[in-house]
């Protein structure tokens, strides 16, 4: 149906939608300094031998810890260390190998498949795409980010709950949901720092920057980090309110 004119120009213009409001240039120069002197050399704590390891590794992680993920692990990559090895170990040994680690039965079950796909459709090679990555069972867009960064020195990052966390209690890339948080990093992340971003962010969140009760008192970004109430330092709160300042004088 044709418009009339009226309709035409009684019409209201499209909202356009507002950028995220973020702590600016200047602040996030800052934090990821701050960051990167507080760690130099950042780095995944999930423990791996080469490429193929570390797709496992980070597939078995979801819902699950590091440490615990790296106890279950330590025996299974001694023995399936390549795609080959992890299909003659079978499904059930697999399991046996990651019980302790939460839906553990369904990632034995990727943990075959994409080793199938990866000598079916790779030549046994982890491929270096986001796209190709996610191709394989058990791989979504985090894992893939983590595996692109950490063995193939890609800028990506990898937002789980420690920098969804971080990056909304800062204001630092506030977002809904893991994907807007991460395109706002991509966005507001300085070039020079974006091959680190992910690990100094997510072992902030994991050591400092924590769910309950965030450690701000020894927070090497809390002058430019929006949370508040900081918490303060234990060692100058009792029961009763603030520690007296200890005189000088004595």
Not at 72 to 101: Q, W
Not at 106 to 119: E, G, M, P
């Amino acid at each position: 149906m044709t418009e009339s004119p009226h309709e035409k120009s009684s019409r209201k213009p499209a909202k356009k939608k507002r950028a995220t409001r973020t702590l600016g240039p200047e602040k996030t120069e800052k934090i990821f300094a701050a960051l990167a002197h507080d760690r130099p050399d950042p780095k995944t704590e999930l423990e791996y031998s080469n490429p193929f390891t570390l797709v496992v590794a980070v597939a078995l992680s979801a819902q699950a810890t590091d440490v615990g993920v790296n106890k279950a692990t330590r025996k299974l990559f001694k023995i399936a260390d390549t795609p080959e090895k992890m299909l003659a170990l079978g499904e059930e040994r697999i399991a046996d190998h990651i019980k302790t680690i939460g839906l553990w039965r369904n990632k034995a079950k990727n943990v075959i498949a994409l080793s199938q796909k990866l000598l079916d459709d790779f030549g046994g090679e982890v491929p270096r795409t986001r796209e190709a990555l996610t191709t394989l069972p058990g791989v979504g867009r985090k894992t893939a980010n983590v595996v692109m960064n950490e063995v193939f020195g890609e800028p990506t990052i990898a937002v789980d709950t420690h920098i969804f966390r971080v990056s909304n209690r800062t204001g630092l890339a506030p977002g809904k949901t893991p994907d807007e948080v991460e395109a706002v990093l991509e966005r507001v992340t300085p070039e020079k720092w974006k091959k680190g971003a992910h690990h100094w962010l997510i072992l902030h969140g994991r050591y400092v920057c924590k769910a309950r009760t965030p450690e701000c008192w020894r927070c090497v970004i809390a002058e430019w980090c929006k949370f508040a109430p900081k918490t303060p330092d234990p060692a100058t709160v009792s029961s009763l309110g603030p520690k007296a300042p200890k005189s000088k004088n004595k």
